[in-house]
Every structure is written in C-alpha cells, then in structure tokens.
C-alpha cells in the first residue's frame, strides 16, 4: 500500500513557474517508477513525465525543455518544476507510483489544479 500526498499548483500567468511536489508514504520500498500525468476539461489524462528508481526521466514532447522532474529518496518525495508555463498547461495535475510488490499496481495523487492565465 502506497499513499501519495500532493502539494503546490495555484495560479500563475503565462511565463511563469511553479513546482509540485509529491510525498510517498507506506511501502516505499516497493516503489520503482513514479510520475506525473495531466488532464485538462474535457481531455484524456496524458503523461507529463516520470522517473525511475534508478534516476531516468522521460518527458512528454509538450514539455520538454521547460518541466523538471526530480525524486528526494531521503524524503520520499517526487517534484515537478514547471518553467515558461503556457495557458496550455493549465490541467490537473496527478503525481503516481508504480509498485513492483505484492503485486503491480499505480498509486495517486489527489490532483491539485495548476492554472495558467494570459
């Protein structure tokens, strides 16, 4: 069992940042790839960008170049910086887990709103 708690998003005009941040809580030890996904009004859910155990990142093309991720092991924390935020990014973000035991299964967030205006 893994739980996900989220913090940060908020309003922001289109140029500026933001970072999320996501605090894992239960078995921590069973956690390999953790992430973050996005969906706007009326849009699926789409990934943004996740990181392995092992520190490797992938990032959606929309993002690349300006959306950080990182991971706090010490912490047992997940962050996404967010630089040159566009309207387009305006979405719900959800950070996830990925669990290898007892079975494999994804975790998430509560999803905080990150709005963009411009």
């Not at 078995?27 to 790839?33: C, K, L, P, Q, V």
């Amino acid at each position: 069992q893994v739980r996900l708690v989220e913090s940060g998003g908020g309003l922001v005009q289109a140029g500026g940042s933001l970072r999320l941040s996501c605090a894992a809580s239960g078995d921590i030890f069973s956690i390999n790839t953790m992430g973050w996904y996005r969906q706007a009004p009326g849009n699926q859910r789409e990934l943004v960008a996740v990181i392995s155990r092992g520190g490797a990142t992938n990032y959606a093309d929309s993002v690349k170049g300006r959306f950080t991720i990182s991971r706090d092991y010490a912490k047992n924390t997940v962050y996404l910086q967010m630089n040159i935020l566009k309207f387009d990014d305006t979405a719900v973000y959800y950070c996830s887990a990925d669990q290898r035991s007892p079975n494999p299964s994804r975790y998430w967030g509560q999803g905080p709103q990150v709005t963009v205006s411009s």
